[in-house]
């Protein structure tokens, strides 16, 4: 209890000292607002409600994750065909996952009349990427975003896909 008194001091008086590991990807750093709320979280603020910022620097480990969604965390690429007409659909993660996603545990669906010529915007695989990357981004690499656990291994299991 005493510590946790001294720590809530230290940090009432703003006297703390800065967390020693902050990622530095660009939506997760904070960004100043005004005197009355001085730094406000870029789009990643459920991370800093939560305190991931002080769980990190308390433990990070690694862990498999399996990501069940409609889509693939990545774009979408047609490589063959089957014989009965069915698509052979592979996937290249998105560069912020592409340290994490573990495409040799993923399945990656036989899917049929996909149109990978649609803009990515339309395409279900961005809400898989979206979830793959709120569980494990990677982080400190400046770019996007990052994961709740950065160092944790994303297996992709689609469990719908039109």
């Not at 993923?106 to 649609?118: E, L, M």
């Not at 990357?133 to 690499?141: E, K, Q, R």
């Not at 400046?142 to 469990?159: K, L, N, Q, R, V």
Request: overall charge positive.
């Amino acid at each position: 209890m005493r510590v946790r008194a001294i720590l809530f001091t230290l940090i009432a008086t703003g006297t703390a000292p800065a967390f020693a590991w902050t990622p530095n990807d660009p939506y997760f750093k904070p960004v100043p607002v005004s005197d009355a709320n001085p730094v406000v979280p870029r789009r990643q603020w459920g991370l800093s409600v939560m305190n991931f910022d002080w769980a990190w620097n308390t433990t990070r480990g690694n862990a498999y994750v399996g990501v069940l969604d409609a889509g693939m965390p990545g774009n979408l690429k047609v490589v063959g065909m089957r014989e009965n007409g069915l698509k052979i659909v592979s996937f290249e993660p998105h560069e912020d996952l592409i340290a994490n996603v573990r495409t040799q545990f993923s399945r990656t669906p036989y899917v049929q009349n996909v149109d990978t010529s649609r803009p990515l915007a339309e395409d279900r695989s961005w809400h898989a990427t979206h979830v793959a990357g709120i569980i494990g981004a990677s982080a400190n690499n400046g770019i996007g975003i990052a994961g709740g656990c950065p160092t944790c291994s994303i297996a992709a299991f689609p469990i719908a896909h039109t």
